[in-house]
T-cell receptor, first 115, second 113 residues
Framework: GAVVSQHPSWVICKSGTSVKIECRSL??????MFWYRQFPKQSLMLMAT?????????EQGVEKDKFLINHASLTLSTLTVTSAHPEDSSFYIC???????????FGPGTRLLVL | EDQVTQSPEALRLQEGESSSLNCSYT??????LFWYRQDPGKGPEFLFT???AGEEKEKERLKATLTKKESFLHITAPKPEDSATYLC??????????????FGTGTLLAVQP
């Protein structure tokens, strides 16, 4: 099956610092990946679509200068939370469609806590 | 605007007590409906994809069905390990070729022994 990994699985940082989260497709290539944010007891909210070789597409209300996305290869997308603040604390999850299918496969998530 | 609504928000069942979860959707054109299971602190785990009304899929104690307006996830004789949040998502024509999904808020299922 299609496996997606994320690193790190959790991170604690001080307010004002930047944090980078990696999303990898392990056994398939993904020209598109998706980044979601999930607050406690809420559903997944799409933040942006990461496109290999081109700029990411951000959802309405998501600050592209704060959440930098780089899709450097067909198996790696990174999300950098710049100048993180406590309100950025959340569970960040990435996904990628399996090759030749519309089904999206999700990573295990990254828990971010900003102090 | 595409919309997905799940009910109930939470469901508590006794082990062996069968029930159904509902996912109602309003989309411009359905390209696919997806069911996922999410355990606390983890990413969603794929369960089923349904593409057209009348389609059914089964996996162990779970069975997903699809009509033109809604999908049901039937749980037969559930066990405590079936406890999780079940998420429904749709991919519509509005999402285009990007496979963008719209998620419902989920149903939190608790199965007591």
């Amino acid at each position: 099956g299609a496996v997606v990994s994320q690193h790190p699985s959790w991170v604690i940082c001080k307010s004002g610092t930047s944090v980078k989260i990696e999303c990898r497709s392990l056994d398939f290539q993904a020209t598109t990946m998706f980044w979601y944010r999930q607050f406690p007891k809420q559903s997944l909210m799409l933040m942006a679509t990461s496109n290999e070789g081109s700029k990411a597409t951000y959802e309405q209300g998501v600050e592209k200068d704060k959440f930098l996305i780089n899709h450097a290869s067909l198996t790696l997308s990174t999300l950098t939370v710049t100048s993180a603040h406590p309100e950025d604390s959340s569970f960040y999850i990435c996904s990628a469609p399996g090759q030749g299918t519309e089904t999206q496969y999700f990573g295990p998530g990254t828990r971010l806590l900003v102090l | 605007e595409d919309q997905v609504t799940q009910s109930p928000e939470a469901l508590r069942l006794q082990e062996g007590e069968s029930s159904s979860l509902n996912c109602s959707y309003t989309v411009s054109g359905l390209r696919g409906l997806f069911w996922y299971r999410q355990d606390p602190g983890k990413g969603p785990e794929f369960l089923f994809t349904l593409y057209s009304a009348g389609e059914e899929k089964e996996k162990e104690r779970l069975k997903a069905t699809l009509t033109k307006k809604e999908s049901f996830l039937h749980i037969t004789a559930p066990k405590p390990e079936d406890s999780a949040t079940y998420l429904c998502a749709v991919h519509s024509v509005e999402g285009g070729a990007t496979n963008k999904l719209i998620f419902g808020t989920g149903t939190l299922l608790a199965v007591q022994p």
